[in-house]
Each structure stands twice: as C-alpha cells, then as structure tokens.
C-alpha cells in the first residue's frame, strides 16, 4: 500500500512538472509569436500585463498616417508607464518602439525624429508627412443602399448565388453564438438556393441604436426593450463594429473587418423581419405588405468611442478626428434612431472601477486614478483642444479610470451635428430606475412602437416573441426553419 501511494505521489510529480514545462513552453511560443509580429507589423494593440498597461505594434502592413506612442524605454532598457513618460524631465534619453519602424533615441522627449514622423509629444501624438496620401474618408465614399420603402426598418434585398456567405465572417473567429447563428442560417440558404430559380435573402442594418454609456443601465434598457415582439435581435448585443471593431479590435489589429461582416450580424433578424408583416395595416391589390418589425444594435462604444480615427487617410496631420461615429453611421442610416441612456458622471466612473479592475479594488486607490487621469487630462488641455485631449487614447491610458467617458456633453454634440434632436432620446438613469414603466413607454413612443402592456409588465420574453411572431407571420415558420 505504500508503495502504491509513493508510485502515485511520483507520477503527480511528474505530471505535475510536464504541465508547468508545457505552460512554460507555450508562454515562450506566444511570447516568440508576438516578438515577430512586431518586428512585421505596423498597427498598435494594447497588452495588459500583470495589470500594467503597454501598446504593441500590430496589424496589417499598410502605413500609419499617424502614430501614438506605444512603449516608452530608456537607454538602459527600462519600461515606463506612460504617465511617468509625462512626468520626466526634458533631460531624460528616451528610445521610442514603433514595430518594424526605425528605433531612434533623443535626449528631448518633446522633439523625437524617426525615418517616417516629423515631430511627437508627451501626449502620444506622432505626426507623419502626408504628402501623397488622399485624405479622403473610405467609408464615407461607399455607396449607400436603397431601402425598401414597405419595411420598417432599413432592409433590401441581395441575390443569393451560394450557401457558404459566412465562410470568411471575423465576428465567427471571436464571438461562438455569432457563430452558431450564422451556420444556422446556411441551412436556411441551403433551403431557398433548392426551392427557389432566382433566390436571394434580405439584408438589414439596425433601425436604432443604444449607443451609450456603460455602466448606465444600457443592458437593462435593452433586455426590457427587446422583449417588445415587434424587435428582433442579433446575435450578441454589442458588435462595437463602428467605434472599435471595424479596425480589428477583437482580432488584436491583425485584420479590419469589413462592412459586409456586421450587416451579416443583422440576417437572422431580417429573416424574422422578412416573415413577419402587420395585419392591421390594409394591403392593396398587387401592393407588398407592410413589415413593422425592426432590429439594433446596443453597442455602448457607438457614442464615444473614435480611438482609431489615427488610423485612417483623411486624419492624418491631424490632431483630431475630422469625423467620429455619428457621421459615418449618419452616411449609411440618416433616419437612425439614437438613444443614450446617462448617469450622474461621478457614480459612473466609480461603477466603471468597480467593474473593470479586477483587483486591489479600494477607495484610496479609486482616488489615486481619478487623480491621475485628471492630471493627465489637464495637462494635455494645455496644449491642445478638449475635443483633442477625449479622443487621445495615450492619455485616456494613463489611468486605470475611464474619466472622459463621463463628459457627455463633448460626444452628444458630435451627434447633433448630424442628427436632428427628434432622432436622439436621452434618458436619465435615475429616471428610469424610478419610473421604469413611464420611460419604457418614452422608448416605445420614440420608435414608434405600439403599446404593449405585457412588455411593459416585464412577462416572458421568450414566449411573447415566439407566440407574437407565429399569430403574425405573413407565412408560417417551419418547425424545420431555423428558429
């Protein structure tokens, strides 16, 4: 018996050991991965380690037209945060790592020259020469689609030529229930490309959006808004496509993800919105009927979040965006509903804390980020524009605490730039948490939403869509349907 426990306390031992070599292993591999990225790569993705904050180079291979600061080294090869960047004196030899860029050392933090930028600050802006670069905005140059005039919400019809359209979708790389929906849905298209000679599918882009602010009861809103039948939803909440996303942000800027792969999120809900039409609503002879149902995204970045704008053509030289969200989403959906729902700034930012830092939570060390952030912000604002200073990521980054977040006033001007006030409906947390009823109904009113007493009364979602959306349908769905 003694021998059989001494065997086994041996082979723990050994099993041990193979997992800490192969832990080892793997650590040494990733680390020898990401070394070479770097030295290939140009964009910039930010690693966190041990809770301390570094920006990497990392992306595709096309040229900055304007760089942050991503990695502060001295000579001797030590790593500064990059609030101690801010703090050091004029004296200090710093070296600079951009990547596959040259490394260049200088004795001036604040005039730091390589072989492509001019001129950088402590505030992380690295500006290029843009000679021969067209400033000029991509997305803003595509072309906008025609929206089917007997649909709610903005949908129009594709041919259908294959059953594999998802094949080389990056929400399925990142997101599993993306995933699960859309190779559902190949069945579907499977079904239509047999049954039909000219098959094509229905493609939609969200009638609303709740486009801010974290940690202000935006998932709340949400739940209780899409348990209304006539809102469909896709398959995760938050695409953060527009703010974020679009640039590869979930794929550690290794690839953009293209248009074509968010307006793919929105297929299972244009399938729903393409069997569903209003009985109440009279058809003329040979007229389509009227389809009420519409879909959105809740993605609460869509507000404030443009920390990419560096990356493309038409801002480069500059300091500042030349457009946020709000235009690019205004080119595609100018009827787009906005909804913002908002907290008093301070217990949002204690919220925000107490939610994303997952340790040494306290209310000293609260005090020590807040007072940090708000250092850095003023120090920043005395050399450049507010509007600048929120949409600088480097110094968004010199605290745990995501102050900026909280000046509402800066972001919502951006959107009513470009959106009349009709279109926008700005909610007060404290209001809906003492009124919930009254403000769901605002919401319903606003989107133009019938009254619904059963939404309203927070019953089962799940039944009051499915028995909503079977008594409704233009044509039954198939036990067989993806649904």
């Not at 030590?78 to 200090?92: A, V």
């Not at 030899?93 to 604040?110: D, I, M, P, R, W």
């Not at 849905?185 to 079904?191: G, I, M």
């Not at 800027?253 to 299972?268: H, K, Q, S, V």
Request: hydrophobic share 35%.
């Amino acid at each position: 018996m003694m021998r059989k426990c001494c065997q086994m306390r041996k082979d723990m031992k050994c099993v041990c050991v193979i997992c800490i070599s192969l832990s080892m292993f793997a650590v040494f591999l990733l680390s020898y991965m990401t070394s070479y990225e770097l030295q290939t790569k140009t964009h910039m993705r930010r690693v966190i380690l041990g809770g301390l904050g570094e920006f990497n180079s990392r992306g595709n291979t096309r040229e900055e037209n304007s760089i942050q600061i991503v990695e502060v080294v001295d000579t001797s090869g030590k790593k500064y945060r990059l609030d101690s960047f801010l703090d050091s004196s004029q004296e200090d030899s710093v070296e600079l790592h951009f990547g596959s860029k040259n490394k260049v050392v200088t004795s001036a933090t604040t005039d730091v020259q390589t072989t492509h930028a001019q001129t950088t600050t402590p505030h992380g802006w690295i500006q290029k020469n843009c000679t021969g670069i067209q400033q000029t905005s991509e997305l803003l140059q595509t072309k906008t689609f025609q929206f089917l005039a007997n649909y709610k919400n903005p949908c129009w019809h594709e041919p259908l030529r294959q059953v594999k359209v998802y094949s080389r979708n990056r929400f399925s790389e990142f997101s599993r229930y993306s995933k699960l929906a859309l190779n559902k849905l190949e069945e579907e298209w499977a079904k239509r490309i047999s049954n039909n000679p000219y098959p094509r599918r229905l493609r939609c882009l969200p009638y609303f959006f709740i486009a801010g602010q974290p940690k202000c009861g935006s998932t709340d809103l949400y739940q209780k808004l899409t348990s209304h039948p006539d809102v469909v939803t896709p398959p995760i909440k938050e695409p953060h496509w527009w703010g974020k996303n679009r640039y590869g942000w979930r794929l550690n800027y290794t690839t953009a993800i293209p248009l074509t792969d968010y307006i793919d999120l929105f297929d299972r809900a244009a399938l729903m919105i393409e069997h569903v039409v209003n009985p109440l609503v009279p058809v003329e002879d040979g007229a389509e009927p009227f389809h009420q149902v519409i879909t959105g995204d809740a993605s609460v970045s869509t507000l404030w979040d443009s920390d990419d704008w560096w990356r493309l053509d038409e801002n480069c030289g500059r300091k500042e965006p030349l457009y946020t969200n709000a235009d690019y989403i205004h080119h595609f959906l100018p009827n787009a509903k906005i909804i913002v729902i908002l907290r008093d700034p301070t217990e949002r930012l204690y919220s925000d804390y107490l939610y994303f830092q997952k340790s040494r939570k306290s209310a000293e060390d609260f005090h020590l980020e807040v007072t940090k952030a708000i250092n850095g912000f003023e120090a920043c604002l005395g050399k450049y524009t507010q509007r600048s200073c929120i949409y600088n990521r480097t110094v968004a980054n010199l605290s745990k605490v995501r102050l900026r977040i909280g000046l509402y006033y800066e972001f919502i001007k951006e959107w009513l730039k470009v959106y009349p006030l009709d279109q926008m409906l700005i909610i007060r947390l404290d209001d809906y948490a003492r009124d919930t009823r009254l403000t769901l109904q605002r919401v319903f009113n606003f989107l133009g939403l019938s009254a619904n007493s059963t939404v309203v009364d927070y019953g089962s979602r799940k039944h009051k869509r499915s028995t909503a959306y079977r008594n409704l349908a233009g044509k039954q769905i198939t036990k067989n349907s993806v649904w």
